[in-house]
DNA sequence: CATGAATGAGCTTTCATTCAT
DNA sequence: CATGAATGAAAGCTCATTCAT
């Protein structure tokens, strides 16, 4: 069998595409779609190819024809919601003239992106439940989003304006945001039974986010001693 | 079918029992304890029955004679990792005069719990991918750790003393500190790929201990305006 | 899964069998069987586990109970098989005064055991293409019939005697008395597109059969300068 | 669909080729050249036009387009091995007045082509496993090599010199030169396993060769009592 | 209390082949 | 002359579960 181009995202953009080609990146598309949202709802395991091919209103053989095998295609799953991610990620525009409220932002943001979309919170989950394995498999290079690039530069401007504290790295800030934004959504389920409340609320959810924001801008506030 | 003995653990341990029961109790114990093993390693969907006979040196049938079937043994498994996250806690011995010591080794005794126990983060991912399923099974009614209720104590204490602030709840600290513990861990494999450094080093896991104390003790700490 | 008892023959025959351990051994005898046919008829890949066990009346899941996978069942075939051909040969009687006339009902054995089991010459070409990796598998200790040590005692008392040559090994009597035999039923059928003649024929093979038989002869006739 | 050129070798060679008919026949050349190969190593049915497109750098369709399906390309295969044997055969060079040496010679001829080409062995076989069925679809009309004819001059020649028998049939003497020849190629593997010796070792081979020529020579020798 | 035997549905993957350019 | 895309069937194998002692 022969195998597909395997052209990345850009070189596809710019390349004048006959109506075959047109056809078969659809086809590829709506293979790739649909396992997002197959394997989210089903898991590794439980999301099989026949499952995945019927929603794309495809067939199984496609799934080898344009992935390789289950595998290849649950790699090219990670990659996609990465990819989606830090497009999000770069329409975000912040005032680095005012990093409190570009940090506020970027708070905002993450916990939102990841409540809004839940797929990815799961899909990662799965992958950290297979030890990271797809993505080490991946040549996708692109994984570390410019979020901690753009961190760095926020808490740079507010640590030279006096605002921020200067002992802070950007990686740990990054993770913080991080962790307090994916556990809520990861762990809704069994925190709902264990809290005895219904975190996927509204009110739930915005009382969390202001908290976060606060919580984040104490960790950043500028030592008191100094 | 013969309905086999679903005692909790505390009628076993008062019961005197027979030797037959006693050889009982140890096959149901060990399959028990294989399918930890191997729903945390392979999933609930990759982690099959006769896996679990196997590494519990017993025989697929058996599972059926004690847990019904392979869901009724997920649910006993969530049920014991709760139970041995909380008899952990209860042996936590905490100086209740000394709020912040007292907070503090709170974080650690989480943080540590996690990264010593790894298939309890694992094994509550697999539930949270399934929509916490299983946790509304069962009848077991013990998830709400007094955790909360220890963190509450504490938060109260420390107000009184002036040493903490009077705004917090104890919900959102608990949860604060278990994000920031449970994130590290359960998303170690891909934050690796994501930051380009190895999360399981012992000096990284310090660093964020660290990191994560003084954050807590950050946003606990009395208003300065007050 | 439970591996099924993989008791030799002799094991089984002086055991006493419950009714439900004789219907396991009839299912078990009967995919060997069938599967003796199946991969006959339509070869190693060409003979799926779906067509052996609906031959057998039984399914598909039992051979991987008995045999492990597809492979052990091909294994357990060729053992089989070779059972067979030594128990016939196990039942030919041979007059060792008369070294002659032993010779020649060897001879008769070979071919017509070859003629009358194609299936046995079909099977062992199979594994042939496939460079014996099946026999290698086998622990099966019992391929090496007693055909050479029979010919060996024939050639010893026909030389003792004077009516056979002393310099012949029975090692290269065996291989030709083999070779004459195996070629003649393997290769039947490009052999008939060859010659243009129907080798399957009665008189064919009858022909072939003396020839055979002076051959040999005239192979281990004591050479005439002595 | 547009008919491919179905040419024999003859008509090729005679023709005079335009650049464009060149390619395709180093095409179809090369699909053929891998087809031998691959149905060698792995069977007709093992033998997927995957690998063999693959393995002639080629596309899946060109088998189609220039042999109509797979079973058309075993066709072509087992015509180009038997075409391959027999430009070998007309190579080899006879003293006629010599019965002897060159009975010797045709013997040395053939169980050394069948060691130095094992894949025609090996595809001989596959096709007595079909039972000759591709041997019968093919119009290539000269599978009778000119070897019995060869042999018949040579028995001739022998019988009238007096240095042969006048009995002999040229039939049964190429069926036992080829048969002792094959049978030790074809059969090697499983004889191995047998005899508890390696048959694929020059010394062996040699010694085996030597036995067949000798008992080549018995067999056709004068009858003493004439 | 435990076990060997059996079952049917489902899994991932590969197959030979055809279609439309 | 060659190719990328598509297809439906079938392959080997594993699954959770039940039956009969």
Redesign the pocket.
Known sequence: ??Q??KDSAQDIAQRKL????K??QA?RASLLKAAIKIFAQYGL?G?????ISKAAK?????I??YFG???GLFVAVIEEIYKRFNIAESKLKLDLLDPLRSLEKIVQFILRYYRDHPEFVTLLNIENLHKGKHIGQSSFRDYSSTAIGVIDQVLTTGAQTGVFSTKLKARDLYMMIAALGYFYQSNRYTLSAFLGENLEAKSAFDQWENFVISTVLKTIAPDPSN
Chains 1, 2, 3, 4 share one sequence.
């Not at 006959?18 to 080609?21: A, F, P, W």
Request: a negative charge.
């Open positions: 069998m022969i597909p181009p006959g109506v075959r080609e056809a078969a086809t395991d999301g099989s190819v026949d499952k495809s067939h199984d053989r496609m080898y024809y095998n289950k595998e």
